[in-house]
């Protein structure tokens, strides 16, 4: 390693401790922690049960750390990046603040060079290192990100958009009006999945002709709230509809807008698979693949639509809950269909 690095506790031969998967960049590979580090591993655990984090969040910090964790004492040095232990300057990586930078950039080339790790993998794994080393109370490293590359959000088209709420307004099963709100709601609305699962009774106000919807955002202590109309009267009969089958719904003494069938709130993964499950159904993808269609996709269409229909940017970030227009960008950005399109201008001979 090259930047002021991983002391001599990182190269030795770990003993290991009973139950500690190894992971480099938080996928199992077989290998356990020695004692050591998985007691470094435990008490980060502890205090990130304490953070208002969601369980998902949690998750995939803890098994982000422990890859980071089990490479500082077996991988960086032997993947012969840099030129292995002779390159090694003193310091302790999880006391040290010299050394603790080091480490981790040296941990970002080896997952770039060696391990080959998406970008997206990467900034994700360097964001639960950072909050290690701050609840260490080292702070984060001073180790850059990946540039990402910089493609829209992937958003249905015309023809896919008219296809799902078809199949959205032909559902027939017992809990059919409130997986119409479900599905509805990240499209009409443009809400993420945790705020449609965690909408109240309360937070919807419906008349005849208009009506809006007080949404809680993402972020500490409850999120950012803001009020999105409910424009479109599909949504609105939508959500109409469940509110009277809602109130013959078991367990309907519960606050939230959603109920799963016992009668408590719906959850995320709930929620989401509602959308995939459907989107399966017409061929939009499948429900198994957690980066293909979705909520996010729908939110995304909202957003695409609003945007290449000339809605103020400022507007459309206000509807979806974003604190900055840079957050938008992204949605700007040509696809592949704008790209061809731009090359079947060019003039030909034929």
């Known amino acids: 390693m090259t930047s002021g690095n991983v002391a001599s506790p990182a190269v030795r031969t770990p003993r290991t401790a009973s139950g500690n998967t190894g992971a480099v960049g938080g996928r199992p590979d077989g290998e356990r922690l020695s004692v050591e580090m998985a007691a470094e591993l435990a008490r980060y655990q502890r205090s990130l049960a304490a953070a208002p984090l969601s369980p998902d969040t949690r998750r995939k910090y803890a098994a982000r750390v422990r890859g980071f964790l089990f490479w500082l004492e077996t991988s960086g040095i032997d993947a012969g990046i840099h030129g292995g232990r002779d390159s090694l300057l003193d310091g302790d990586p999880l006391a040290d603040p010299a050394a603790r930078d080091g480490a981790v950039r040296d941990w970002r080339a080896w997952a770039k060079t060696v391990a080959r ?106 999120g950012k709230l803001r ?18 089958q809602r109130a013959t719904w078991p367990g309907a003494y519960e606050s939230a807008l959603l109920l799963n069938r016992r009668g408590g709130r719906l959850s995320d993964r709930s929620a989401r698979t509602i959308v995939t499950n459907l989107g399966a159904q017409i061929g939009l993808g499948d429900p198994s693949d957690d980066h293909g269609f979705g909520p996010h996709v729908l939110r995304h ?50």
């Open 117 to 222: 790790h998406r970008a997206t993998t990467i900034n994700n794994t360097l964001a639960a290192i950072d909050d290690f080393y701050t609840r260490r109370g080292l702070g984060p490293a001073a180790a850059r990100r990946e540039a990402l590359p910089r493609a829209a959000p992937k958003a249905l088209t015309r023809r896919e958009v008219l296809r799902y709420l078809r199949a959205v307004e032909h559902l027939e099963h017992p809990a059919a009006a409130r997986d119409r709100v479900v599905a509805l709601l990240p499209y009409y609305a443009g809400l993420r999945v945790g705020e449609v699962a965690g909408l109240d009774v309360d937070d919807v106000a419906l008349s005849a002709r208009k009506g809006h919807l007080r949404v809680r955002g993402k972020g500490r202590d409850g």
């Open 227 to 244: 009020s999105v109309p409910l424009e479109r009267p599909e949504l609105r009969n939508a959500l109409a509809a469940w509110l009277e």
């Open 301 to 350: 269409t909202f957003a695409t639509e609003l945007l290449r229909a000339g809605v103020d940017v400022v507007l459309v970030a206000d509807l979806l809950g974003h604190a900055s227009t840079d957050t938008l960008r992204i949605y700007t950005a040509p696809t592949d269909a704008d790209r061809i399109h731009a090359l079947g201008l060019l003039t030909t001979d034929g």
